[in-house]
């Protein structure tokens, strides 16, 4: 059954680390599209899924490579708009008969270009531009090594920049667009319209919103679980809290939620959370105490991947031995978004670089014997939230900021022990306690204290202290992929200090880590 009625877009996906981004900014103009992976869009999948447009991503390889991966022969004749970015714009030309040269390290002497540029226009206007160009040149984000040197025919240049000749290229005759830049980005600023222009001229109506995600969800769910039980992962987060919901909405009583307290959880978490999804949402909820399990098997461990990989590997063992107590349990529900996905592989097995083994999609076994649901994996934070209010979570909750499903293990850099952990959910909880009584909790993407590896000294009354050291982490962002720190002022970064100090015993030090993200990742591990 298919069950989308909507005009969709597909995006062709070349393997590159924000892929995903298109598909976002697809949808802040409320269409609908699909992304997938290069190896899997053969010409039947292509005329099967019969897609209004298609949007080639960038990728990290070379068309000059041979085997290099390429689009589908017959998008070329479908006779719908397409947009190339990137490697996409590269593909494009050397199907259609243009000529891209290699970057230097691929002995071609392409020019490269990474970061900032900027783009001017040529004297003619196109409909894809209308808008783009708000002064003389406009900003835009490059990251690529080769560059066309030929164009395909057809094809005339309506932007250029001083690295690359052809930023801005298309056929109007056959609505083939192409742009060397990554128009996806926040660093191309206007890069939003440039989606808008091409949504619009492909004829989308913009009849794609959150609701219309939640019933296909839905659908989806029920299509793939049919009359079988399903065990949900709680972590006590946003995410799987909004997964367990959709899920329920879709099989009901077939859903038995399992919240695994592992020992890294904040402060009075566990009753917290168990509390509102029993009385609050009616849902089944099993409480498993697996703090000595996991705690032990930490113990003596600090390197995060092991870390990671440990905790990732008893959460599976931990929902196996409840799923083996729950008649007919087939599925494992997770709460798992598109940004642990794309760190981890990237989207749908494409060829993207692994930066942290995300404990929800890097641990799992092979043969774990069950099924995997995860209906949230394309979603970022926000969408998520979005989601949480169409299925009538509370406010309160949905606004949570984010908690990862390693929890407190990952900000505990180095050995974990249940003295550091004691300590870190003390300051933590006076710290969100602060963030909160100033107002700024609403405005802060992500906030907690991390307890470091170091004792210092210190002067406390008359005496010395030799306690342990933390960092204040917040940080603003849209969807966790890229992020900067929160700016606190003076006064409220000196009072937190002072109070942590003061009411959590085993810190005589506070620090306020500045690292955005890149850089940084946004978690210590
Ligand atoms: P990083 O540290 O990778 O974090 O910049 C980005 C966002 O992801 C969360 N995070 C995780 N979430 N499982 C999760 O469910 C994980 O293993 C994991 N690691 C990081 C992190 O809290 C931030 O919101």
């Given at each position: 059954m298919d069950i989308i009625e909507h005009d969709r877009l597909l995006i062709i996906d070349f393997g590159s680390q924000v892929t995903q981004l298109i598909a976002r900014r697809l949808r802040e103009q409320n269409v609908f599209c699909e992304i997938l992976p290069y190896q899997i869009v053969t010409d039947d999948v292509l005329a099967e899924m019969a897609p209004k447009a298609v949007i080639l991503s960038g990728g990290p390889d070379s068309v000059t490579r041979e085997g290099s991966p390429r689009a589908p022969e017959s998008l070329w004749t479908m006779g719908i708009p397409v947009l190339g970015i990137c490697y996409g714009q590269q593909v494009m030309m050397e199907q259609l008969g243009g000529k891209v040269l290699g970057g230097k390290n691929t002995g071609g002497g392409g020019t490269a270009e990474f970061g900032r540029a900027y783009v001017t226009p040529t004297e003619e206007r196109i409909d894809l531009l209308a808008g783009w160009f708000l002064g003389e040149k406009e900003q835009a984000w490059m990251s690529h090594g080769d560059h066309v040197a030929k164009l395909a025919p057809g094809f005339k240049v309506y932007g250029t920049s001083p690295n690359a000749p052809f930023a801005v290229t298309a056929d109007l005759e056959r609505n083939f667009y192409a742009v060397q830049f990554h128009p996806e980005v926040h660093h191309t600023p206007n890069g939003p319209t440039l989606f808008e222009n091409f949504v619009r001229l492909a004829g989308?109506?913009?009849?794609?919103t959150m609701e219309a995600y939640k019933d296909i969800a839905i659908e989806k769910i029920r299509e793939q679980v049919g009359d079988k039980q399903v065990i949900c992962a709680l972590s006590g987060g946003v995410d799987s809290s909004v997964a367990a919901a959709l899920l329920h909405e879709a099989v009901g009583d077939q859903l038995t939620c399992v919240f695994v307290d592992?020992?890294?959880?904040?402060?009075n978490e566990a009753d917290e959370v168990v509390a509102m999804f029993r009385d609050h949402m009616n849902l089944k909820v099993i409480h498993a105490d697996e703090v000595d399990l996991f705690l032990g098997e930490l113990e003596g461990q600090s390197d995060p991947e092991t870390k990671r990989k440990i905790i990732g590997r008893l959460f599976i063992d931990v929902f196996q031995k409840y799923a083996n107590e729950i008649?007919?349990?087939e599925f494992l529900a997770q709460g798992t978004l598109y940004p642990d996905v794309i760190e981890s592989v990237?989207?749908?097995?494409?060829p993207s670089v692994t930066i942290k083994s995300h404990h929800n999609v890097?641990?799992?076994?092979?043969?774990?014997g069950l099924k995997l649901v995860e209906p949230l994996r394309e979603l970022f934070k926000d969408e998520v939230r979005a989601l949480g209010h169409e299925l009538g979570l509370p406010s309160s909750f949905i606004g949570r900021h984010p908690f990862p499903g390693p929890g407190l293990a990952i900000r505990c850099p180095g050995e974990i022990t249940r003295e550091k952990l004691e300590i870190l959910r003390k300051a933590d909880a006076v710290y969100i306690d602060q963030i909160r009584r100033h107002g700024l909790y609403d405005e802060i993407w992500q906030a907690f204290v991390a307890i470091l590896p170091v004792r210092t000294v210190g002067v406390m009354g008359d005496g010395r202290t030799y306690d342990f050291a933390c960092a204040l982490r917040a940080v603003t962002s849209v969807d966790g992929m890229t992020a900067d720190y929160y700016p606190f002022s003076h006064e409220f970064l000196g009072e937190t200090a002072t109070r942590i100090i003061n009411e959590v015993p085993g810190i005589n030090r506070v620090t306020y880590d500045i690292t955005s993200k890149p850089p940084g990742t946004i978690e210590w591990e």
């Amino acid at each position: 059954m298919d069950i989308i009625e909507h005009d969709r877009l597909l995006i062709i996906d070349f393997g590159s680390q924000v892929t995903q981004l298109i598909a976002r900014r697809l949808r802040e103009q409320n269409v609908f599209c699909e992304i997938l992976p290069y190896q899997i869009v053969t010409d039947d999948v292509l005329a099967e899924m019969a897609p209004k447009a298609v949007i080639l991503s960038g990728g990290p390889d070379s068309v000059t490579r041979e085997g290099s991966p390429r689009a589908p022969e017959s998008l070329w004749t479908m006779g719908i708009p397409v947009l190339g970015i990137c490697y996409g714009q590269q593909v494009m030309m050397e199907q259609l008969g243009g000529k891209v040269l290699g970057g230097k390290n691929t002995g071609g002497g392409g020019t490269a270009e990474f970061g900032r540029a900027y783009v001017t226009p040529t004297e003619e206007r196109i409909d894809l531009l209308a808008g783009w160009f708000l002064g003389e040149k406009e900003q835009a984000w490059m990251s690529h090594g080769d560059h066309v040197a030929k164009l395909a025919p057809g094809f005339k240049v309506y932007g250029t920049s001083p690295n690359a000749p052809f930023a801005v290229t298309a056929d109007l005759e056959r609505n083939f667009y192409a742009v060397q830049f990554h128009p996806e980005v926040h660093h191309t600023p206007n890069g939003p319209t440039l989606f808008e222009n091409f949504v619009r001229l492909a004829g989308f109506t913009g009849d794609w919103t959150m609701e219309a995600y939640k019933d296909i969800a839905i659908e989806k769910i029920r299509e793939q679980v049919g009359d079988k039980q399903v065990i949900c992962a709680l972590s006590g987060g946003v995410d799987s809290s909004v997964a367990a919901a959709l899920l329920h909405e879709a099989v009901g009583d077939q859903l038995t939620c399992v919240f695994v307290d592992h020992g890294l959880l904040r402060l009075n978490e566990a009753d917290e959370v168990v509390a509102m999804f029993r009385d609050h949402m009616n849902l089944k909820v099993i409480h498993a105490d697996e703090v000595d399990l996991f705690l032990g098997e930490l113990e003596g461990q600090s390197d995060p991947e092991t870390k990671r990989k440990i905790i990732g590997r008893l959460f599976i063992d931990v929902f196996q031995k409840y799923a083996n107590e729950i008649e007919g349990a087939e599925f494992l529900a997770q709460g798992t978004l598109y940004p642990d996905v794309i760190e981890s592989v990237s989207f749908s097995g494409g060829p993207s670089v692994t930066i942290k083994s995300h404990h929800n999609v890097g641990g799992l076994p092979e043969k774990m014997g069950l099924k995997l649901v995860e209906p949230l994996r394309e979603l970022f934070k926000d969408e998520v939230r979005a989601l949480g209010h169409e299925l009538g979570l509370p406010s309160s909750f949905i606004g949570r900021h984010p908690f990862p499903g390693p929890g407190l293990a990952i900000r505990c850099p180095g050995e974990i022990t249940r003295e550091k952990l004691e300590i870190l959910r003390k300051a933590d909880a006076v710290y969100i306690d602060q963030i909160r009584r100033h107002g700024l909790y609403d405005e802060i993407w992500q906030a907690f204290v991390a307890i470091l590896p170091v004792r210092t000294v210190g002067v406390m009354g008359d005496g010395r202290t030799y306690d342990f050291a933390c960092a204040l982490r917040a940080v603003t962002s849209v969807d966790g992929m890229t992020a900067d720190y929160y700016p606190f002022s003076h006064e409220f970064l000196g009072e937190t200090a002072t109070r942590i100090i003061n009411e959590v015993p085993g810190i005589n030090r506070v620090t306020y880590d500045i690292t955005s993200k890149p850089p940084g990742t946004i978690e210590w591990e």
